[in-house]
């Protein structure tokens, strides 16, 4: 089993970055894929970004490229996704998410573990 507890949500202006980040503690972290998803308000849960065990290798949503950075820290066992250039359409709740295969991974449905969400809050 692995925990997962994210952090750094908060409201701020378009244009403006934030840095969220989840902490993972159970079972050896460096074993898994993390990904990062958003639900805003009557959405459903949407693919942001995916990293590889080793943090080698990333992947986006078009909808952040150039705008999100997805990396990890093994020895921290934790995930970070820094976010530059917000706008108001970011605004939703943000779930980092852990699997062990890296097929599939835009599929919230094929991750096992969930955090709880961190809400970003973009205003224009």
């Known amino acids: 089993q692995v925990q997962l507890v994210e952090s750094g949500g908060g409201s701020v202006q378009a244009g403006g970055s934030l840095r969220l980040s989840c902490a993972a503690s159970?079972?050896?972290?460096?074993?898994?894929?993390m990904g990062w998803f958003r639900q805003a308000p009557g959405k459903e849960r949407e693919f942001v970004a995916a990293?590889?065990?080793?943090?080698?290798?990333?992947f986006y949503a078009d909808s952040v490229k150039g705008r999100f950075t997805i990396s990890r820290d093994n020895a921290k066992s934790t995930v970070y996704l820094q976010i530059t250039s917000l706008k108001p359409e970011d605004t939703a709740v943000y779930y980092c998410?852990?699997?062990?295969?890296?097929?599939?991974?835009?599929?919230?449905?094929?991750?096992?573990?969930w955090g709880q969400g961190t809400r970003v809050t973009v205003s224009s």
């Open positions: 159970g079972r050896t972290f460096s074993d898994y894929i």
């Open positions: 998410a852990a699997r062990t295969a890296l097929s599939g991974y835009r599929n919230y449905e094929t991750y096992g573990y």
């Open positions: 990293v590889g065990r080793s943090g080698g290798t990333t």
